[in-house]
Every structure is written in C-alpha cells, then in structure tokens.
C-alpha cells in the first residue's frame, strides 16, 4: 500500500509522503526481482477515502465542516471514496486479470491525480 502522497506531498506529512514514494519503487524493484519467478508485485495508492487517516484529520481540524467541503471540492467527482471502493481496486490487483500490469502502481483516487488542477464550477465558465 502507497499512497498518492507518493506522488503529490501533502503539508506536515514529509515522513508520510516520503516512505510512500519509497514502498512504489520497492514494489516496482521486488516485481522486477522477482517477476521470471511468477511473483506478481503492484503497489495500490488511494487517495482520500473515509477511513484511517482521512477520518483522524477531520475529526482533529478546527473546523471539521469546512475541512471535509474543501476536500470535496478537490475531488473531480465532489466525494471522498469508501474505503470498500479501494478495497475492489485491490481485488482487482490479486486477481488473474493483473497479469499484464506487474509493477503497476493503481491509483484509486476518484480522479483527484488526473490533474494538478481543476474546476469546482464556481468560478464560472471559461469558453
């Protein structure tokens, strides 16, 4: 398990994010390593979910509503993942129909990685 913190660095986090980065390159190293062996090795990065880390940083901000309207806003489909949506992007990486992605990292973000930024459709149309 990563995170898109492996990729995108999230304030007060340098730890986090850095030992993230590190478990994408062990599992493209070990899927390498190990690959001619028949070892299949992918790392799965989900960005907010409404489990563990997410749910601590809501429950401890000064102002839990607009902590979670932000991070809304940030996701292209204006909600945070159920940690059972991850749960199948994993499922999908134990099943046979992996085998032609070893060392693959899958995000499962609900598109917030597809672009640095984006429109929340309140600043109005740009056409």
Do not use: W
């Not at 995170?3 to 899927?31: D, F, M, P, W």
């Amino acid at each position: 398990m990563a995170s898109v913190n492996a990729t995108l660095a999230e304030q007060q986090l340098g730890i986090y994010n850095a030992t993230k980065a590190a478990v994408r390159q062990l599992a493209r190293t070990v899927a390498l390593d190990h690959s001619r062996s028949g070892v299949r090795v992918n790392v799965l990065s989900p960005g907010p979910m409404l489990a563990g880390l997410f749910k601590r940083h809501l429950e401890s901000a000064t102002d839990s509503d607009k902590f979670l309207a932000t991070r809304l806003a940030r996701q292209p489909g204006c909600r945070i993942l159920e940690a059972r949506e991850v749960a199948q992007a994993a499922m999908f990486l134990l099943s046979s129909g992996s085998t032609a992605v070893p060392g693959a990292d899958l995000v499962a973000d609900g598109g917030l990685t597809a672009s640095f930024d984006f429109r929340t459709g309140e600043e109005g149309a740009s056409i």
